[in-house]
């Protein structure tokens, strides 16, 4: 069974302090592997798809990596700005677009 | 960018009425659409996936008759809960996918029903 899995569920971190959020995800073939990011009462937010091990694509203070067995998105020197719930899907071969999801990383950044 | 738009963003109706949520993709044509459900605190469950001119594809345990699905258009789905009750309060979200296999998201509906 098509499976993600975030880690750690929430993480609170200082201003300029930066980690890794991590997406363990088992698949029948990956297509693709996306990270949104869902500010409260919204909807996400597209960042980043990754397809293949290997791949890393970057946004300002994010860059996302790829293995063929988990993602991490890292997070450089964060602002409070970028407090929000960080969400990893994969999207299996033939899946005609459909996306499982992760229960979600819920970052706080505090000032 | 991709933009969706999700219409109402907020709701709240009686018990025993039907609501319709639009969802429009502004800037690309969505062949497919999709619905999905998230309560507090939880990640997104998908409700449905729909394409252009066919009937939707439900997911397990998702009632057809309840939540009824038209993509009338390469722009245009609508999500409507027939017969709402209080357990149908949630955050309903739509998002479209065009020619790359990008779903981008509406901003969502916080459905209440009283």
């Known amino acids: 069974e098509d499976q993600v899995t975030q880690s750690p569920e929430a993480l609170r971190l200082q201003e300029g302090e930066s980690s890794s959020l991590n997406c363990s995800y088992t698949v029948s073939g990956l297509r693709g592997l996306f990270w949104y990011r869902q500010d409260p009462g919204k909807g996400p937010e597209f960042l980043f798809t990754l397809y293949s091990a290997g791949e890393e694509k970057e946004k300002e203070r994010l860059k996302a990596t790829l293995t063929k067995k988990e993602s991490f998105l890292h997070i450089t020197a964060p602002k409070p700005e970028d407090s929000a719930t960080y969400l990893c899907?994969?999207?299996?071969?033939?899946?005609?677009?459909?996306?499982?999801f992760g229960t979600g990383t819920l970052l706080a950044v505090q000032p | 960018g991709a933009v969706v738009s999700q219409h109402p963003s907020w709701v709240i109706c009686k018990s025993g009425t039907s609501v319709k949520i639009e969802c429009r993709s502004l800037d690309f044509q969505a062949t497919t659409m999709f619905w999905y459900r998230q309560f507090p605190k939880q990640s997104l469950m998908l409700m449905a996936t729909?394409?252009?001119?066919?009937?939707?594809?439900?997911e397990q345990g998702v009632e057809k008759d309840k939540f009824l699905i038209n993509h009338a258009s390469l722009t245009l789905s609508t999500l409507t809960v027939t017969s709402a009750h209080p357990e149908d309060s949630s955050f309903y979200i739509c998002?479209?996918?065009?020619?790359?296999?990008?779903?981008?998201f509406g901003a969502g509906t916080r459905l209440s029903v009283l």
């Open positions: 899907a994969v999207q299996a071969r033939g899946a005609t677009n459909k996306l499982i």
């Open positions: 998002s479209a996918a065009g020619s790359s296999n990008i779903q981008y």
């Open positions: 729909s394409n252009e001119g066919s009937k939707a594809t439900y």
